[in-house]
């Protein structure tokens, strides 16, 4: 539900610990059973009418703000599991801990009710086999609701809180009489409208029958089962190139959602005939592929897993893919012959599998030195979007601290892979490994202090391969624009766009929007520091010294592939473009993007007309990157001459006026059958004199220079505001955006065109939007998260 205070209970408190054929192997299952608590004769399949019921209220109307690791009181309602574990006055992001808390994962860090007890996690369903269901928090939470609904001319603001960071009210059973006390509105959904009375009797039926339950997942077809069997095969090679290829290949995604693409005969057919149960994670487990999964369990991916034998799994995912986190991979013929072709293939030795101590494992360049860097790049770049997505919808990337160390908008492209001196760099990346140490190695629990050793090593690493690519690039003349990788022809990975949206972000395909203020160009050792640093090496449960310095060192890579771009540009134009972008920076910021990168002073040869190359240059890549670069967010595509218009106009308000817009939008355009709805989205690209500090943004805003960037379809998973217009009315709305003059202003365009919190209309609009985005993008999409909902 919607809230960031109460933690609904668990069902099923003296389930144990179970492993599930179904899910931890390719095994086809009839169903496991179903846990029903209390007297109730029900069958299993009333029971599992009953949950499926219920699920589908959690699933519409909860996990949208009910999901992942920033769920309120960590109660996450997307499946069984999860609504039995209940909820914990335990943060998992806290910036102020001195110790890193002890990992909560779902599915991993614990199995059954009594396992989350132990853990802290208190029930929001009665349990037991006498349970009662007028003792249900989450009952007791709906009818709250119920008994104080939301009135259309509420003042949420003011009636909630609803700050990002807000304290948590996490009622347990023993306390929910004073919570509704002391919070009589703060019924669920929490600051949104209640349940109609068809989903409210669905989730009591089932609370009263004794919440009766499980995490069943559809029996594989034998041909997907076929295929995990291929996979697990092919990851558990026993060469040691092949060990080594695999723990590479497992360490970059064990975040991704897996799903068969295609194959032999029906494979790509009976997979996606699965659903959201489609998906697979790639884990570590001490038994073989045939047996029940034993997962091994660590907090990053390069942890010691034991002296005993391991191997790598395909287990399934449980749930409905939410937006913010879902990651879509392929698997396919296609893939593992590339997979050979990379890894397997070329001629080289590997004489012994690097240790799994800290010091080797955290630094990939330490423990994969032995397979070719050609190789770990190209596996990288085939799915940049998906790489660098790590970091993006990874749990690193939650809030504004984190978030601010990126610009609002801005294009990435790549180092071509073929470029004449990466054998060389290979070289220089072994020889200089020690100095390229991250903040992992040190554990979950370390000082702040140890910033300043990993700065000092980045200073010399830096300066090191300044000269290392002056040599390289015979001082420059070896850069041109076909340094740059054009996604060899074909592979629309090549261009990509981040959008920054306050506390979260985006990456997509394309270069989105006009020139941006930053670019990055991103080399084989950016990438992989970025993945190691914010991906593989970010333990979302460490303390705040490994938070601290894992955003401070993100710093250093933002302002390298901020200079990698300006090597591209003339030399006498790159300080005063640092000094724009760092504007009101100390000295030290500066010298540290300029002054250290800065000996690499050479000249590229790409020819320049005018005194701002860099716009130039913004030009040149998108010519160099035309045939393939992904368009469908490009605002030309939309058919329609009129809309289109619109939509240019709307991307055309700059200034005041665009900083008056909230940070993301949806917009939903309704037009006359047969014709379908057209929805688009808006985000506010929020200028900064720069982002080189962590804290006090506020200051360093630069409204006069906002702008907004449009694009057709969803982007996007936390949506700030949500707008619903009449096509006769969209020239009405975008003249309004033009003119958005003051807050007044915007508040009138909320009241007129808006869909609040408060509305009637709010739950049919939130199921039209998930249908429509599902039906547009049935691989990618996922649930949206409301917690960022404006307030009025």
Not at 262 to 284: H, I
Not at 426 to 450: H, I, K, V, Y
Request: glycine share 6%; with cysteine; aromatic share 10%.
């Amino acid at each position: 539900m919607v809230a960031s205070f109460v933690v609904l209970a668990s069902c099923s408190a003296t389930r144990p610990p179970v492993v599930r054929p179904g899910p931890n192997t390719g095994v086809p299952v009839v169903g496991a059973p179903v846990i029903v608590r209390e007297a109730p004769a029900l069958s299993a399949a009333q029971a599992r009418q009953l949950w499926t019921a219920a699920q589908h209220v959690f699933e519409t109307r909860c996990v949208v703000c009910h999901g992942c690791y920033d769920a309120p009181c960590q109660l996450k309602l997307d499946t069984y599991e999860g609504v039995t574990r209940g909820g914990t006055t335990k943060r998992v992001y806290d910036a102020a801990r001195l110790v890193a808390a002890e990992p909560t994962q779902l599915f991993v860090d614990a199995h059954g009710t009594a396992a989350w007890r132990d853990k802290g996690f208190h029930p929001v369903v009665p349990e037991g086999v006498h349970a009662d269901a007028r003792a249900s928090v989450l009952v007791h939470m709906l009818e709250l609701k119920r008994a104080h609904p939301l009135l259309p001319d509420t003042d949420v603001a003011k009636a909630f809180t609803l700050d990002l960071d807000r304290d948590q009210t996490c009622a347990d059973a023993e306390h929910i009489a004073s919570y509704e006390q002391a919070h009589p509105a703060w019924g669920m959904p929490y600051a949104l409208p209640g349940l109609d009375d068809a989903s409210y009797q669905s989730v009591l039926r089932w609370a009263r029958a004794g919440a009766p339950g499980t995490d069943d997942l559809i029996g594989l077809p034998a041909q997907v089962n076929d295929a995990v069997a291929r996979w697990e095969d092919f990851l558990n090679g026993t060469s040691n190139k092949q060990r080594l290829a695999a723990r590479y290949i497992y360490e970059h995604l064990f975040l991704a959602s897996l799903y068969f693409e295609d194959g032999p005969p029906k494979v790509a057919e009976q997979a996606a005939s699965l659903g959201d149960q489609s998906f697979f994670r790639m884990v570590r487990s001490r038994t073989p592929s045939g047996a029940p999964v034993d997962e091994i369990v660590t907090r990053r991916p390069f942890d010691d897993p034991g002296q005993a034998p391991f191997f790598y799994r395909l287990v399934r995912r449980y749930g409905r893919p939410l937006a913010k986190t879902h990651m879509p991979y392929a698997l396919s013929e296609q893939r593992m012959a590339r997979y050979r072709e990379l890894f397997l293939e070329p001629s080289y030795e590997v004489e012994h599998m690097p240790s799994y101590d800290s010091e080797v494992s955290a630094n990939p360049f330490n423990a994969f030195r032995a397979l070719p860097v050609q190789a770990r790049y190209r596996f990288m770049l085939d799915e940049a979007q998906f790489t660098m997505m790590g970091f993006i919808k990874g749990p690193v990337c939650r809030g504004q601290v984190a978030l601010n160390v990126i610009q609002e908008r801005f294009w990435v492209t790549f180092v071509d892979p073929n470029v004449p001196w990466l054998d060389a760099e290979a070289q220089f990346l072994a020889d200089n490994r020690a100095l390229m140490d991250l903040p992992a190695e040190a554990g979950s629990t370390s000082m702040p202090t140890r910033w300043f050793g990993l700065a000092k090593k980045h200073a010399r690493y830096v300066r090191k391969k300044s000269a290392f690519l002056s040599t390289a690039t015979r001082h420059g003349r070896g850069l041109t624009l076909a340094t740059i990788w054009d996604g060899d022809g074909h592979n629309d990975n090549a261009a990509l766009t981040v959008l920054r949206h306050f506390d979260s972000a985006t990456v997509v395909k394309g270069l989105i929007g006009g020139p941006p203020k930053t670019a990055w160009v991103v080399d084989y050792a950016l990438l992989e520091q970025i993945h190691y640093l914010l991906v593989a090496g970010f333990d979302v449960f460490g303390n705040v010294g490994h938070q601290l310095t894992t955003r401070l060192y993100m710093d250093f890579l933002r302002m390298e592939g901020e200079y990698n771009f300006l090597t591209l540009v003339p030399s006498q134009r790159r300080r005063p473009l640092v000094d724009f972008w760092y504007r009101g920076a100390s000295a030290d910021v500066k010298n540290q993007v300029y002054g250290e990168l800065a000996s690499f002073d050479g000249e590229p040869r790409i020819r320049y007309r005018t005194e701002r190359p860099e716009h130039e240059l913004f030009a040149k890549l998108v010519a160099h990157l035309d045939h393939v670069t992904d368009e469908r967010y490009a605002v030309d595509t939309v058919p329609e001459p009129g809309l289109r218009t619109l939509f240019e106009r709307i991307a055309a308000v700059r200034g005041v006026i665009a900083s008056r817009m909230p940070e993301l939008s949806f917009v939903t355009v309704v037009r006359e059958a047969p014709l379908a709805a057209f929805h688009f989205t808006i985000m506010r690209d929020s200028a900064h004199s720069n982002v080189a500090q962590l804290f006090a943004e506020q200051e360093r805003r630069v409204p006069e220079q906002d702008a907004l960037t449009v694009v057709p379809g969803f982007l996007g998973a936390y949506p700030n505001a949500l707008f619903l217009v009449h096509e006769k009315d969209f020239e009405l709305f975008v003249r309004a955006l033009e003119l958005l003059d003051s807050d007044a202003s915007y508040a009138a365009v909320r009241k007129l065109f808006g869909v609040l919190r408060t509305s009637d209309r709010f739950w049919p609009y939130s199921d039209r939007i998930h249908e429509d985005y599902r039906s547009a993008e049935p691989l990618t999409a996922g649930l949206f998260d409301f917690n960022r909902l404006d307030a009025n």
